[in-house]
């Protein structure tokens, strides 16, 4: 890793609290989808565990490269913990169109926000830079089966992924 200014290294470090803090949060949404699911919407259990497999892979990756980086986990966890859940279970519970429309709205703003990190850190961060790539992939696919899912797009669906875009996209890099 080059010598970075310390706004760059602030950066970096806060890339990686914010990436770890949305990964966990993705955890709780896939947990409280799983479930609902598992009650309710059987068929979606498998895609949703696939899922839930690689966010919890991905939290570990972002975890994993906290120490060197100055980083910690974000102070209020709990936060991601609870908002994460509430909203997996709630958008569970209005069937699988709510379970992908949660989801595609919740992946769309990661891809964006992955995008804007991998611009900023090609040239102060190719460890981190190169961790980013290969977890946007999996949460690109992610993207595309909610989508390939959703049967409609219909005006309470659309206000739904909107509300979860506006509570999910925060600041951008």
Same mark, same amino acid.
């Given at each position: 890793m080059p010598d970075l200014?310390?706004?760059? &290294?602030?950066?970096?470090?806060?890339?990686? @609290?914010?990436?770890?803090?949305?990964? $966990?949060?993705?955890?709780?949404?896939?947990?409280?989808?799983? $479930?609902?699911?598992?009650?309710?919407?059987?068929?979606?259990? +498998?895609? =949703?565990?696939?899922m839930l497999?690689?966010? @919890?892979?991905h939290?570990?990756? $972002? @975890?994993? &490269?906290? +120490?060197?980086?100055?980083s910690r986990p974000c102070r209020v966890m709990q936060f991601w913990s609870w908002g994460g859940w509430l909203l997996g279970f709630l958008t569970a519970l209005l069937g699988p169109q709510g379970i992908w429309a949660c989801t595609a709205?919740? #992946?769309? &703003?990661?891809? @964006?926000? =992955?995008d804007d990190q991998l611009f900023f850190l090609t040239s102060r961060d190719r460890e981190l830079h190169d961790i980013i790539l290969s977890i946007?992939?999996? #949460? =690109? &696919?992610?993207?595309?089966?909610?989508?390939?899912?959703?049967?409609?797009?219909?005006?309470?669906?659309?206000?739904l992924r909107a509300m979860i875009s506006v509570a999910t996209d925060g600041p951008r890099l």
């Open positions: 200014s310390n706004q760059d &290294a602030l950066t970096v470090a806060r890339i990686v @609290r914010v990436n770890h803090a949305g990964e $966990f949060g993705a955890i709780r949404i896939y947990s409280a989808q799983i $479930f609902v699911a598992e009650r309710l919407w059987p068929k979606c259990v +498998p895609s =949703l565990s696939e497999g690689h966010e @919890r892979n939290c570990t990756a $972002f @975890r994993a &490269a906290m +120490p060197s980086r100055n709205a919740v #992946e769309a &703003a990661v891809h @964006r926000h =992955l946007r992939e999996e #949460e =690109l &696919a992610h993207l595309h089966h909610a989508e390939q899912q959703l049967v409609s797009s219909g005006s309470l669906l659309n206000l």
